[in-house]
């Protein structure tokens, strides 16, 4: 692997970090399988895609994305809380609903982003090249998202929303509005998935409405793999799993693409990804079964 | 105090599977008191205990807590003033979470919620203090998960969740009837200990006629969704486990039937 594609798919795991961010928040911490991102991710692109080409502040572009991927996952929710609807079919209603959106949105099936002012405009003037500068500041982006969630998931509120995903009877109990924390718990996830699919967009380039195909399966195997590496016992360690899954998850597909021996192409990248998935679900298990001594 | 005026829980209206769980219960119960409730299953102990809780919405009737009209709050909204104990001890805690996140969080029952750090050493301090009384060596697994504990020990550190903050009633939901005898008469114990020291307004549904007796200062008997009696004061310190079943065939002109009532 060249030192740029190497480069390149750290870069691109950063990004699917705050991806594998808001499918932990969502799988996990609210135990909410939420299909809702594969919408979000192209919905961030589109949102600041639009508001970049036509002249306004990238910063400003990327802000709306994040609050329009907040309301995608705050749809959602309500979809499950107040109208009762199973929560993998109301998020799959409104990921389908948000493809119409985006085209909405955009006006078209694709938005080049060439040549506009971007987030990242500003690294081109640097003397470091682009494909070291831009790893770098998304590692920024990647670090204070990260902290700031886990400060968060230990502040009383976020305890409160912990608690309404492991056991919400008893959070209710104990006075905790449960309705609302998955409300906010699924916005904010979305709000992070948007992100990643703004900065998506700018550093590759072009926002498309199929870019969000598969987002949530890369992100869970980011989630999943993550957690076999490093054990998510505290909060901390459970949000580094997921940096590092994605991380690593970007490298093994690189990897893999990248050797010829195996005769795999670009295109088989779903494919590999569902493969990989599974064993990650599945290996961990076999191990555990396996008699001892 | 706590006002129950005529209330009446359905379940399943205009299905097949109707059930008039209570059928007019009038209940007031003053500060202080100790309220044991027994009844066979399904004479409306846990669809008490609900409607008080919140969570289940009466059919009609009234719910106050304090003069204050509840009936319509859910569980949360009344949460800052009924705390519960439930009856399976994985119900009433947190097992992802450790077992000083779970006291952070009963801590926090009718109080705002904020984006201060849920705990610090200056909170975690009265938590080992609290979790010292109980003799399990609790106090130094702070942050161990709550799932690692036993049943018995669950129950002991629910019982300290909802006795962290003050509340207008305790609701004890059998909550020993999921413990072995050992474990059962030590929560039990404590149970009794907490209620006395922080003078606690308390139901405790119990399956047990002895526990129902031997507990509290005042016992209801429920029957087919009514109370059918009410006993206090020195009338009830004079009862058996006897009296208490003659009392039943008296009021209902039947026996009872039930097992695991009479071996209580």
């Given amino acids: 692997m060249s030192q740029i594609a190497f480069l390149g798919a750290i ?10 961010l808001g499918i932990y928040l969502s799988f996990r911490v609210l135990e909410f399988p939420d299909l809702t991102v594969d919408g979000s991710f192209p919905l961030g692109a589109a949102v600041s895609a639009v508001l970049i080409v036509n002249g306004h502040n990238p910063w400003m572009a990327t802000g709306l994305a994040v609050i329009a991927g907040a309301m995608a996952g705050f749809v959602t929710g309500w979809l499950n809380v107040r109208l009762k609807i199973l929560h993998l079919l109301a998020s799959i209603l409104t990921m389908i609903a948000l493809y119409s959106v985006n085209l909405r949105i955009m006006g078209k099936p694709n938005i080049a982003l060439l040549g506009e002012q971007t987030l990242l405009s500003p690294l081109e003037s640097l003397d470091t ?36 995903g492991a056991n919400p009877r008893m959070a209710r109990a104990q006075g905790v509005r449960t309705g609302w924390m998955i409300l906010g718990g699924m916005a904010l996830s979305n709000a992070l998935v948007a992100l990643a699919g703004s900065l998506f967009a700018q550093s590759q380039g072009s926002a498309d409405v199929t870019m969000g195909v598969g987002v949530i399966v890369v992100g869970l195997a980011s989630v999943i793999g993550g957690e076999a590496i490093i054990s998510p016992s505290t909060v901390l360690k459970a949000v580094l799993a997921c940096i590092v899954g994605a991380i690593l998850y970007r490298l093994a597909i690189a990897l893999a693409l990248n050797l010829d021996l195996l005769g795999l192409k670009a295109q088989d990248l779903n494919l590999v990804t569902s493969v990989l998935v599974m064993l990650a679900i599945v290996l961990p298990r076999y191990r555990l079964r396996r008699p001892v001594g | 105090m706590i006002r129950l005026e005529d209330v009446h829980v359905r379940f399943g209206v205009g299905t097949p599977l109707e059930t008039h769980a209570l059928r007019g219960i ?47 709050l859910d569980t949360a909204a009344r949460a800052p003033l009924v705390a519960r104990v439930f009856q399976d001890p994985l119900a009433g805690s947190c097992e992802f979470l450790t077992i000083e996140e779970n006291l952070a969080l ?27 009384r109980l003799n399990l060596g609790l106090e130094n697994r702070l942050q161990d998960k709550m799932g690692l504990l036993s049943g018995g020990q669950r129950q002991a550190v629910s019982l300290l969740m909802a006795t962290l903050q003050p509340s207008k009633i305790l609701l004890l939901d059998e909550h020993t009837a999921a413990l072995d005898p050992k474990t059962s008469a030590f929560v039990l114990d404590l149970t009794r200990q907490i209620i006395e020291e922080k003078q606690c307004t308390a139901l405790m549904v119990t399956h047990s006629m002895k526990q129902a007796l031997a507990v509290g200062t005042r016992t209801i008997m429920l029957h087919q969704g009514r109370i059918i009696f009410d006993i206090r004061g020195e009338e009830r310190s004079r009862l058996g486990v006897k009296d208490l079943l003659d009392l039943f065939s008296k009021s209902q002109g039947e026996t009872l039937d039930d097992d695991a009532l009479l071996l209580g």
């Fill in chain 1, 129 to 164: 090249p682009y494909y070291v500068t831009t790893p770098l500041a998304f590692l920024l982006v990647v670090v204070v998202c990260a902290a700031l969630l886990v400060r968060f998931l230990n502040s009383e509120i976020g305890l409160a929303l912990r608690a309404t």
């Fill in chain 2, 106 to 132: 009963a801590d926090a029952r009718g109080r705002r919620r904020g984006l201060k750090p849920a705990l610090d050493e200056r909170r975690k301090q009265p938590y080992r203090d609290y979790l010292a």
């Fill in chain 1, 11 to 20: 870069e691109s795991g950063l990004i699917f970090a705050l991806v594998a």
């Fill in chain 2, 26 to 72: 009038d209940l007031q119960i003053s500060e202080g008191e100790f309220v044991t409730v027994i009844g066979s299953n399904g004479a409306g102990k846990s669809s008490l205990l609900n409607a008080l809780s919140g969570e289940i919405a009466v059919s009609s009737g009234r719910v106050r807590i304090d003069g204050r009209d509840v009936t319509r």
